[in-house]
């Protein structure tokens, strides 16, 4: 089985910064793209960031030049730094990660974290 274990949501005021984490763990033998997804109450489920693991990366236009991706593949970990905060920006966000678990399936499997809360304050 694979893990995908999230930190560093919160309450932060409009402005504001917060640093997320995702940590992978389990029988691991090789991880593709990480991202984050984030959903606000009533909406679907949106794309944030993505990376993939030679380091190319995709932002949504509204998190462009606030937001930034990154990961350590010795860490099997994704990384989302949030800048300038707005109120808009409140959701639950989701990492997820495209693992193979072994040299004899090709084709990866894609694993979801429980989610963490961001709450931006105005």
């Known amino acids: 089985q694979v893990q995908l274990v999230e930190s560093g949501g919160g309450l932060v005021q409009a402005g504001g910064s917060l640093r997320l984490s995702c940590a992978a763990s389990g029988r691991i033998f090789s991880i593709n793209a990480m991202g984050w997804y984030r959903q606000a109450p009533g909406k679907q489920r949106e794309l944030v960031a993505a990376i993939t693991s030679g380091g190319s990366t995709n932002y949504a236009d509204s998190v462009k030049g606030r937001f930034a991706i990154s990961r350590d593949n010795a860490k099997n970990t994704v990384y989302l730094q949030m800048n300038s905060l707005k109120p808009e920006d409140t959701a639950v966000y989701y990492c997820?990660?495209?693992?193979?678990?072994?040299?004899?399936?090709?084709?990866?499997?894609?694993?979801w974290g429980q989610g963490t809360q961001v709450t931006v304050s105005s």
């Open positions: 997820n990660a495209d693992v193979r678990r072994d040299t004899v399936v090709v084709t990866p499997s894609r694993y």
